[in-house]
């Protein structure tokens, strides 16, 4: 019986490891050809003989990098906390509140999560263009500033949360504003991190929407601004591309390893209740 257990921890360690060989090892290789010299060549080798960050550093002087980098940063930095409170506003409306065509609505709301992006594009390009959205950041953070996910995910987590607690708020003379704010917020405060990152991950990532919404190079998003690196790939700037590719998945990495611990705990919070 005891063999037994130990072969199974065995199996399931050397699924472990050919996991994060296959999740790690790209992001480890694009490292090791960032870190190569001028004088040895992408392909002589996996590591790299003399490690320099020489190729970090004409990263941003060979490139409008920090130019990108601000733009990313500005994008994300208005659609995190906008969806973080309209998707809390609306998630809490429908984990609470009581109204007609309460379920028809949380079900429009879900099903647009499974119309493809590319589907309404098209339309999205030419709203965007009528209302002056075009080469703008808040063009490009719009369509992260409330989403069905955030909706759906906040709605599960308020679901969670005692009503006695609000009951009693209410006896103390509270508003449903200040219920919502003062007692429901903090209880789901791990979903909202979670969500967070959530959001924060994919609108630094995004590239079909910078790239069809921006026509000034000036107002390029990191995604738009490597995508265009690659495709002036002539077998010499390999290492430049790798750099800027650590440069730009830095700064998501920092933040989930920040978060971890909430981001875990977010996960399970509206897994409670459906």
Same mark, same amino acid.
């Given at each position: ?84 409170? #309209?998707?809390?506003?609306? /998630?809490?409306? %429908? ?7 309460? !379920?028809?609505?949380? @079900? +429009? ?90 959001? #924060?991950?994919?609108?630094? /990532?995004?590239? %079909? ?7 000034? !190079?000036?107002?390029? @998003? +990191? ?52």
């Amino acid at each position: 019986m005891k063999a037994k257990t130990q072969t199974k921890k065995i199996i399931l360690y050397i699924v472990m490891l050919a996991i994060c060989v296959v999740t790690v090892g790209p992001f480890l290789y694009t490292l090791f050809i960032a870190l190569k010299p001028a004088t040895q060549g992408i392909y002589d080798g996996i590591l790299p003989a003399n490690p320099t960050f020489s190729n970090f550093v004409d990263a941003f002087y060979k490139t409008d990098f920090l130019r990108y980098l601000l733009n990313t940063v500005i994008v994300t930095g208005i659609a995190v906390p906008f969806n973080l409170l #309209f998707s809390s506003m609306a /998630g809490y409306a %429908l984990a609470r509140m009581n109204f007609k065509g309460r !379920s028809i609505v949380l @079900t +429009l709301i879900i099903s647009t999560m499974t119309v493809p992006f590319q589907l309404y594009m098209a339309p999205l390009f030419q709203i965007a263009g009528e209302l002056g959205l075009r080469n703008s950041y808040v063009g490009l953070a719009v369509l992260q500033v409330s989403t069905a996910f955030g909706i759906y995910f906040m709605r599960q987590a308020f679901l969670t949360v005692p009503k006695e607690l609000e009951e009693s708020a209410y006896l103390d003379g509270a508003n449903r504003f200040q219920v919502w704010w003062k007692v429901a917020m903090p209880l789901v405060k791990p979903t909202l991190i979670s969500l967070a990152i959530y959001t #924060f991950t994919f609108t630094w /990532g995004d590239y %079909l929407w910078p790239l069809i919404n921006t026509t000034e !190079s000036s107002m390029y @998003t +990191l995604s738009i601004a490597l995508a265009q690196m690659s495709q002036n790939f002539d077998g010499g700037n390999l290492k430049l591309i790798s750099a800027a590719s650590i440069l730009t998945t830095i700064p998501s990495l920092l933040i989930f390893i920040w978060l971890q611990k909430y981001f875990i705990s977010g996960q399970t919070d509206g897994a409670v209740k459906g």
